[in-house]
Protein backbone atom coordinates (compact mmCIF):
# COMPACT_ATOMS: atom_id res chain seq x y z
CA UNK A 1 0.00 0.00 0.00
CA UNK A 2 1.08 3.86 -0.26
CA UNK A 3 3.29 4.67 2.34
CA UNK A 4 5.72 7.98 4.20
CA UNK A 5 8.84 7.37 5.23
CA UNK A 6 10.75 10.24 6.97
CA UNK A 7 13.58 11.12 8.94
CA UNK A 8 13.62 10.54 12.37
CA UNK A 9 14.28 13.41 14.98
CA UNK A 10 14.44 15.08 16.70
CA UNK A 11 16.53 17.47 14.15
CA UNK A 12 18.32 20.33 17.07
CA UNK A 13 20.03 23.27 14.92
CA UNK A 14 21.16 26.70 15.92
CA UNK A 15 18.97 29.78 14.23
CA UNK A 16 19.87 30.48 10.76
CA UNK A 17 21.20 27.20 10.46
CA UNK A 18 20.36 24.79 7.15
CA UNK A 19 17.81 22.67 7.69
CA UNK A 20 16.56 19.39 5.27
CA UNK A 21 14.40 16.52 7.07
CA UNK A 22 14.19 14.04 3.95
CA UNK A 23 11.04 12.09 3.03
CA UNK A 24 10.49 9.53 0.43
CA UNK A 25 6.88 7.85 -0.75
CA UNK A 26 5.56 4.71 -2.11
CA UNK A 27 2.59 4.98 -4.09
CA UNK A 28 1.39 4.30 -7.30
CA UNK A 29 0.60 6.55 -9.91
CA UNK A 30 1.73 9.72 -9.30
CA UNK A 31 0.20 11.20 -5.91
CA UNK A 32 0.13 14.40 -4.63
CA UNK A 33 2.50 15.67 -2.29
CA UNK A 34 2.35 18.03 0.93
CA UNK A 35 4.31 18.79 4.21
CA UNK A 36 2.23 19.53 7.19
CA UNK A 37 3.67 21.71 10.51
CA UNK A 38 2.05 21.06 13.93
CA UNK A 39 2.94 23.64 16.75
CA UNK A 40 3.00 22.19 20.66
CA UNK A 41 -0.63 21.49 21.32
CA UNK A 42 -2.00 22.43 18.01
CA UNK A 43 -4.05 21.28 15.06
CA UNK A 44 -2.29 20.37 11.49
CA UNK A 45 -1.34 23.51 9.32
CA UNK A 46 -0.60 23.38 5.97
CA UNK A 47 3.10 24.19 4.87
CA UNK A 48 3.08 23.39 1.23
CA UNK A 49 2.43 20.91 -1.42
CA UNK A 50 3.01 19.97 -4.61
CA UNK A 51 1.35 18.34 -7.18
CA UNK A 52 3.11 16.54 -10.09
CA UNK A 53 6.66 15.49 -11.05
CA UNK A 54 9.27 18.29 -10.68
CA UNK A 55 7.08 21.02 -8.99
CA UNK A 56 8.54 23.10 -6.33
CA UNK A 57 6.52 24.00 -3.40
CA UNK A 58 7.44 27.00 -1.03
CA UNK A 59 5.95 28.97 1.70
CA UNK A 60 7.43 31.07 4.61
CA UNK A 61 10.91 30.18 3.40
CA UNK A 62 10.66 26.54 3.34
CA UNK A 63 10.88 24.85 -0.08
CA UNK A 64 10.45 21.54 -1.27
CA UNK A 65 10.52 19.79 -4.44
CA UNK A 66 8.52 16.85 -5.88
CA UNK A 67 11.46 14.34 -7.42
CA UNK A 68 9.60 11.62 -8.94
CA UNK A 69 12.82 9.52 -10.19
CA UNK A 70 13.76 9.16 -6.49
CA UNK A 71 10.24 8.85 -4.99
CA UNK A 72 11.25 11.76 -2.70
CA UNK A 73 9.80 15.72 -1.14
CA UNK A 74 12.47 16.61 0.73
CA UNK A 75 11.70 19.53 2.82
CA UNK A 76 14.47 22.39 2.80
CA UNK A 77 14.77 25.77 4.69
CA UNK A 78 18.30 28.25 4.43
CA UNK A 79 17.89 29.54 7.55
CA UNK A 80 15.84 28.18 10.70
CA UNK A 81 14.71 30.53 13.23
CA UNK A 82 13.55 29.35 16.66
CA UNK A 83 9.50 29.64 15.54
CA UNK A 84 10.14 26.67 13.21
CA UNK A 85 10.22 24.39 15.92
CA UNK A 86 7.70 21.97 15.28
CA UNK A 87 6.56 18.92 14.10
CA UNK A 88 6.88 18.27 10.47
CA UNK A 89 4.84 15.80 8.82
CA UNK A 90 5.44 14.72 4.83
CA UNK A 91 2.04 13.09 3.26
CA UNK A 92 0.44 12.35 -0.27
CA UNK A 93 -2.83 11.79 -1.67
CA UNK A 94 -2.89 8.75 -3.79
CA UNK A 95 -4.29 9.49 -7.60
CA UNK A 96 -7.92 9.66 -7.75
CA UNK A 97 -8.27 9.56 -3.53
CA UNK A 98 -9.21 12.25 -1.11
CA UNK A 99 -7.92 11.01 1.72
CA UNK A 100 -4.11 11.93 3.41
CA UNK A 101 -1.15 9.36 4.44
CA UNK A 102 1.29 10.61 6.85
CA UNK A 103 5.20 10.11 7.84
CA UNK A 104 5.36 9.18 11.53
CA UNK A 105 6.42 12.82 11.70
CA UNK A 106 9.94 14.58 12.21
CA UNK A 107 10.33 16.67 15.65
CA UNK A 108 12.61 20.00 14.62
CA UNK A 109 14.07 21.95 17.89
CA UNK A 110 15.65 25.43 17.16
CA UNK A 111 17.55 26.86 19.77
CA UNK A 112 18.86 30.68 19.96
CA UNK B 1 -14.96 32.72 8.71
CA UNK B 2 -14.62 30.22 11.43
CA UNK B 3 -12.28 27.41 10.23
CA UNK B 4 -12.95 23.82 11.54
CA UNK B 5 -14.30 23.40 15.04
CA UNK B 6 -14.41 20.54 17.20
CA UNK B 7 -15.53 19.64 20.44
CA UNK B 8 -14.33 18.69 23.16
CA UNK B 9 -10.57 19.82 23.52
CA UNK B 10 -9.92 17.09 26.00
CA UNK B 11 -11.63 14.37 28.02
CA UNK B 12 -11.08 11.42 29.89
CA UNK B 13 -13.26 8.09 29.32
CA UNK B 14 -12.55 4.82 31.46
CA UNK B 15 -12.17 1.50 29.73
CA UNK B 16 -15.66 0.18 28.07
CA UNK B 17 -17.11 3.17 27.89
CA UNK B 18 -17.91 5.27 25.21
CA UNK B 19 -17.34 8.15 23.61
CA UNK B 20 -18.74 10.79 20.89
CA UNK B 21 -16.47 13.77 18.81
CA UNK B 22 -17.89 16.58 17.63
CA UNK B 23 -16.79 18.79 14.40
CA UNK B 24 -17.95 21.53 12.65
CA UNK B 25 -16.59 21.81 8.88
CA UNK B 26 -15.09 24.95 7.88
CA UNK B 27 -17.89 27.00 5.98
CA UNK B 28 -18.69 25.97 2.66
CA UNK B 29 -16.77 22.58 2.90
CA UNK B 30 -19.00 19.36 1.91
CA UNK B 31 -16.79 16.83 3.05
CA UNK B 32 -15.22 15.77 6.48
CA UNK B 33 -12.82 13.25 7.34
CA UNK B 34 -11.25 11.54 11.03
CA UNK B 35 -7.97 10.53 11.74
CA UNK B 36 -6.29 9.62 15.08
CA UNK B 37 -2.85 10.39 15.63
CA UNK B 38 -1.26 8.39 19.06
CA UNK B 39 1.63 10.02 20.76
CA UNK B 40 4.38 10.95 18.69
CA UNK B 41 3.17 8.79 15.57
CA UNK B 42 1.55 10.69 12.26
CA UNK B 43 -2.59 10.67 11.66
CA UNK B 44 -3.97 7.34 10.60
CA UNK B 45 -6.68 8.14 8.23
CA UNK B 46 -10.83 6.28 9.87
CA UNK B 47 -13.12 7.40 7.64
CA UNK B 48 -14.19 9.81 5.54
CA UNK B 49 -18.12 11.29 5.04
CA UNK B 50 -19.55 13.04 2.64
CA UNK B 51 -23.87 13.62 1.77
CA UNK B 52 -24.04 11.93 4.67
CA UNK B 53 -22.67 8.86 3.66
CA UNK B 54 -19.59 7.18 4.54
CA UNK B 55 -17.38 7.33 1.36
CA UNK B 56 -14.23 6.02 2.70
CA UNK B 57 -12.81 3.63 5.87
CA UNK B 58 -9.58 3.02 6.98
CA UNK B 59 -8.25 0.25 8.51
CA UNK B 60 -10.23 0.50 12.14
CA UNK B 61 -12.50 -1.86 13.55
CA UNK B 62 -16.33 -1.33 13.87
CA UNK B 63 -16.38 -0.13 17.11
CA UNK B 64 -15.59 3.26 15.53
CA UNK B 65 -18.50 4.56 13.14
CA UNK B 66 -19.57 8.22 12.47
CA UNK B 67 -22.13 10.10 10.80
CA UNK B 68 -22.30 13.52 8.97
CA UNK B 69 -25.84 15.64 9.41
CA UNK B 70 -27.27 17.71 6.62
CA UNK B 71 -25.69 21.08 7.65
CA UNK B 72 -22.49 18.74 7.20
CA UNK B 73 -21.36 18.79 10.68
CA UNK B 74 -20.04 15.26 12.18
CA UNK B 75 -19.90 12.50 15.04
CA UNK B 76 -17.06 10.06 15.58
CA UNK B 77 -18.32 7.69 17.96
CA UNK B 78 -16.06 5.28 19.56
CA UNK B 79 -17.76 2.18 21.75
CA UNK B 80 -15.96 -0.56 24.37
CA UNK B 81 -13.27 2.06 24.63
CA UNK B 82 -9.50 0.48 25.18
CA UNK B 83 -6.18 2.18 26.76
CA UNK B 84 -5.06 1.86 22.96
CA UNK B 85 -7.61 4.31 21.86
CA UNK B 86 -6.26 7.27 23.91
CA UNK B 87 -4.99 9.45 21.75
CA UNK B 88 -5.73 12.91 19.68
CA UNK B 89 -8.59 13.01 17.41
CA UNK B 90 -8.54 15.42 14.50
CA UNK B 91 -11.10 16.46 12.06
CA UNK B 92 -10.62 17.67 8.47
CA UNK B 93 -12.62 19.07 6.14
CA UNK B 94 -12.94 19.89 2.69
CA UNK B 95 -14.99 20.80 -0.49
CA UNK B 96 -15.32 16.88 -2.12
CA UNK B 97 -12.59 17.89 -4.37
CA UNK B 98 -9.05 15.93 -4.21
CA UNK B 99 -6.69 19.00 -3.84
CA UNK B 100 -5.15 18.62 -0.71
CA UNK B 101 -5.08 22.95 -0.63
CA UNK B 102 -8.62 23.02 0.72
CA UNK B 103 -8.16 20.37 3.45
CA UNK B 104 -8.37 22.03 6.98
CA UNK B 105 -7.66 20.47 10.07
CA UNK B 106 -9.27 21.21 13.59
CA UNK B 107 -7.09 21.36 16.49
CA UNK B 108 -8.43 17.99 17.42
CA UNK B 109 -10.00 16.35 20.74
CA UNK B 110 -7.64 15.00 23.11
CA UNK B 111 -8.81 11.77 24.54
CA UNK B 112 -7.61 9.95 27.52
CA UNK B 113 -8.75 6.26 28.22
CA UNK B 114 -7.74 5.02 31.80
Known amino acids: GDSVTQMEGPVTLSEEAFLTINCTYT??????LFWYVQYPGEGLQLLLK?????DKGSNKGFEATYRKETTSFHLEKGSVQVSDSAVYFC???????????FGKGTMLLVSP | DAGVTQSPTHLIKTRGQQVTLRCSPK?????VSWYQQALGQGPQFIFQ???????QRGNFPDRFSGHQFPNYSSELNVNALLLGDSALYLC?????????????FGEGSWLTVV
Open chain 2, 92 to 104: ASSQGGTDGNTIY
Open chain 1, 27 to 32: ATGYPS
Open chain 1, 50 to 54: ATKAD
Open chain 1, 91 to 101: ALIPSGYSTLT
Open chain 2, 27 to 31: SGHDT
Open chain 2, 49 to 55: YYEEEER
